[in-house]
């Protein structure tokens, strides 16, 4: 089968979250089972395609309203990712260092999208079905079947997979002129709220929807920043498929971005090599019980609570906390005053750093999670495979994938997203902590857990299988 994932991120080459680990992961998985899927993203110019071997395979023109942007198609020779990667590249409008963020956002999707269908239209070998990912690709499923220009398209199945239904990229009609011409008795299938919604139009036109996590797809049924009647109402085509991680690239053996690697057997002199490095560079001791947090410092993963668990708990108890992140900068701000308060145990480093991350992982004792929204959630599952303990909110992926020590699980979990229950967990994980032949075993049984896309990848092959039998 070919297949032609679609979406903005893809690991290695464009990173802002788990969109990128799961584009970056997924068709090596589908091409391992026999298949031939592909990846196409936007050109960025990023330190990744300046050092790459790209081939321009295709040249074009597209009309955005009154304006016609030349673009072109590159496709990645080197360095072999174990998938196909294209590149669409579209001067001054695609090719810029920063993913997200920029005031012409919807003109970079809706480009990106058209010339997307143009190229593959005018294929020999179209694929058997095209994959969307997230809002910025939400579009292509209403126009390979209803706009004129893409009329070769019309016949393949769509699967629109939902990463995180905060964002819906929403824009106004006076932006409909960007779209190709279409059948105006359609415009409804554009439509939430009387606005152009590009993640309800993918949940519409989408042959299949996904979600990243069963239980995140049965709570977007309940809250979905407004479209959960629309989730309810489509339910029948909707299905919850448990995100994998990559066990190759997140494998503690073979990582190149550890101080140290190792294996089981070699796990508690590997780990505390990494916690060495950490606590050396951050300021921290090692003796001490070390609680991390990776991830955007947004309030969707509970950020703004971060300040106030880290003045209780360093005020009640005696343990080391580091936090990797950016986002909101009241966030941050708040984050970074509260260093000289707790100098000797507590760091904070804003930014992005994907090798300290990968430390983290190895290194911490547990990873912080109190997140409000989290559809599938990462983290946990390379904390499980690096020896970390997870305590993390059940909400979304992270209850389908984490169990409470207290239920015979691995991990510690609390039901809200408030600070005195997130302070309970860490002092629950600080009794843990403090028998440490129970605290290794642990260690050893998460290691041992297999969240890999090997099942995963299956589920998604078995879904486009149904749906080419529908044609
Ligand atoms: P998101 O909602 O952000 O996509 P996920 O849990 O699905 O959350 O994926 C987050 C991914 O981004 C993980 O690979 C995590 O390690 C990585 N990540 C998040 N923030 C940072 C950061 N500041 N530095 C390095 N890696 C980060």
């Given at each position: ?103 012409d956002e919807i003109e970079r999707f809706i480009a990106f999208q058209k010339a997307v269908l143009d190229w593959i239209s005018l294929e020999k070998n179209i694929p058997d079905i095209v994959h969307c990912h997230d809002h910025h690709t939400g579009l292509i499923p209403f126009m390979m079947t ?103 690239t997140w494998n503690p053996e073979t990582d190149p971005m550890l101080i140290k690697n190792y294996k089981l057997s070699t796990l508690v002199s590997g780990r505390k090599a990494n916690k060495k490095w950490l606590c050396d560079n951050f300021d921290l001791s090692i003796e001490k019980p070390l ?181």
């Amino acid at each position: 089968m070919n297949i032609l994932h679609v979406s903005i991120e893809c690991y290695p080459i464009a990173k802002v979250g788990g969109l990128a680990d799961v584009v970056g992961a997924l068709p090596k998985y589908q091409n391992s089972l026999g298949h031939n899927a592909g990846v196409i993203i936007p050109f960025h110019d990023n330190k990744f395609t300046e050092e790459a071997e790209l081939i321009k395979i295709h040249k074009g023109t597209l009309q955005l309203g009154e304006d016609l942007h030349s673009y072109s198609i590159k496709k990645l020779v080197n360095p072999d990712l174990g998938f196909i990667v294209y590149m669409v590249h579209i001067p001054r409008l695609l090719d810029r260092t920063m993913v997200y963020g920029h005031p012409d956002e919807i003109e970079r999707f809706i480009a990106f999208q058209k010339a997307v269908l143009d190229w593959i239209s005018l294929e020999k070998n179209i694929p058997d079905i095209v994959h969307c990912h997230d809002h910025h690709t939400g579009l292509i499923p209403f126009m390979m079947t209803h706009a004129d220009q893409y009329t070769a398209l019309r016949n393949i199945p769509t699967i629109f997979t939902i990463h995180n239904a905060q964002y819906q990229g929403q824009l106004s009609y006076d932006k409909l002129y960007y779209l190709p011409q279409f059948d105006h008795k359609k415009i409804g299938l554009l439509d939430w709220d009387h606005r152009i919604n590009p993640l309800a139009t993918g949940v519409k036109n989408a042959w299949k929807v996904t979600t990243v996590s069963p239980n995140y797809m049965k709570e977007l049924q309940e809250r979905a920043n407004g479209l959960e009647r629309l989730l309810r109402d489509e339910s029948k085509k909707c299905v919850g498929i448990l995100n994998g991680i990559d066990t190759e690239t997140w494998n503690p053996e073979t990582d190149p971005m550890l101080i140290k690697n190792y294996k089981l057997s070699t796990l508690v002199s590997g780990r505390k090599a990494n916690k060495k490095w950490l606590c050396d560079n951050f300021d921290l001791s090692i003796e001490k019980p070390l609680f991390a947090f990776i991830g955007r410092l947004v309030n969707e993963k509970g950020a703004d609570l971060l300040a106030e668990i880290i003045a209780e708990s360093l005020s009640n108890t005696d343990i080391n906390i580091l936090i990797l992140g950016s986002g909101n900068q009241q966030i941050e701000e708040k984050l970074r005053s509260l260093r000289e308060r707790f100098i000797d145990r507590y760091h904070v480093h804003i930014g992005y750093d994907e090798q300290l991350s990968h430390i983290i992982y190895s290194g911490a004792d547990f990873l912080l999670m109190p997140s409000r929204v989290e559809p599938c959630g990462l983290n946990q599952m390379y904390a499980l495979r690096y020896g970390t303990i997870p305590i993390v909110r059940r909400t979304g992926g992270l209850k389908d994938t984490v169990v409470d020590i207290g239920d015979g699980g691995f991990g510690i979990c609390h039901d809200q997203a408030l600070v005195w229950d997130v302070c309970y967990s860490i002092k629950r994980a600080i009794a843990l902590f403090d028998d440490q032949s129970a605290y290794k075993r642990l260690q050893r049984q998460i290691m041992k857990i297999d969240h890999s896309w090997h099942r995963s990848a299956q589920e998604y092959l078995d879904l486009y299988n149904s749906l080419i039998q529908l044609k």
